[in-house]
């Protein structure tokens, strides 16, 4: 086996934490996968990975040497890809996985015009705010909004999210309107539980160039946005909200911003994807569609 292959298939079993998934996301049977490893370790003279039956895992030599891997992948797809980035038309499958309402009302509805760019690129959407795993999951990238933790993954930063404060005005007709966050200990808010963490976070706002918080009595909690919306229509207290998930009912007289002067931080938007696909075709030609249709419909 290519050198070069040995590498790719100890970076997905590290990646993968195992080797069944490993084999399964690459097509080839275990058996193969684990004698790729052994070969691997036989070559370099050290011990690579902690094998045991629930788990499989790098040892300090092989950690080092997976960071080396990438490095060495990325160069050789990078040599490989030299002469034809700018002419190739991309093809086959890309798999994304996107926060659900900007996946069904920003990007379903504008792939026509990216199908029609690229006759040859199929596209699997897949709509989710939860963490996925995209080795495992196979994913090609994900769309991402707020701050993101240390995944080893690489970070296009797309752009930064504006928030906004609303109500409903049945809402605002029974419990008032406010004005400051001063005002806010008379109001209800509606929680948002992380759909991965279960965090509730507490009403923020910028005040001199700082984010502030405070916690607000709340009498529903939800875990997805559709639901943090109909909640706030139904009057069951303020939310902060991207603008682009509300405008349509603002402009509608639905829903009504409230506390204009006092947002909250804006959240990146960011879209990630392994290393070792860093110079995928259909990925670039993906990601330098998606991020003027963001910056030009919500950012």
């Known amino acids: 086996m290519d050198r070069i292959d040995l590498f790719r298939i100890f970076a997905r079993v590290v990646e993968c934490a195992s080797f069944t998934r490993a084999a399964d996301t690459l097509g080839m049977p275990r058996s193969s996968v684990s004698a790729a490893v052994i070969d691997l370790e036989a070559r370099v003279g050290a011990r690579l990975l902690h094998r045991t039956t629930r788990k499989v895992s790098p040892t300090q030599d092989g950690a080092a040497f997976y960071e080396r891997c990438l490095r060495l992948i990325a160069d050789v797809e990078d040599a490989e890809s030299l002469f034809q980035q700018t002419a190739a038309q991309p093809s086959g499958k890309l798999r994304i996985d996107v926060p659900g309402r900007i996946g069904r009302l920003i990007i ?22 939860r963490a996925v795993n995209l080795v ?7 769309l991402r909004v707020g701050p993101l933790g240390d995944s080893g993954l690489i970070a296009r930063k797309i752009g930064d999210l504006s928030l ?16 400051a966050p001063d005002d806010l200990a008379a109001h209800l808010a509606i929680n948002y539980a992380s759909p991965s963490t279960g965090r509730v976070e507490d009403w923020e706002w910028v005040e001199d160039g700082e984010t502030r918080t405070r916690p607000m009595r709340s009498r529903v909690t939800v875990n997805s946005a559709e639901a943090y919306i109909a909640c706030c229509l139904a009057g069951l207290g303020l939310i902060q909200i991207p603008a682009y998930d509300v405008k349509h009912h603002i402009d509608a ?17 960011t879209l990630l994807y392994p290393h070792r696909q860093h110079l995928s075709r259909r990925l670039q030609v993906f990601a330098d569609w998606l991020e003027p249709l963001l910056k030009r419909v919500i950012l």
């Open 136 to 142: 495992e999951d196979s994913i090609d990238c994900v």
């Open 108 to 129: 379903a509805p504008a792939l026509p015009d990216l199908l029609a760019r690229h006759p040859q690129l199929d596209i699997e959407l897949r709509v989710t705010d």
């Open 164 to 179: 906004i404060n609303v109500a409903s005005p049945g809402y605002l007709d029974q419990y008032g309107t406010p004005v």
């Open 253 to 269: 007289g639905e829903l009504v911003e409230v506390m204009s002067d006092h947002h909250a931080e804006p959240m990146p938007m």
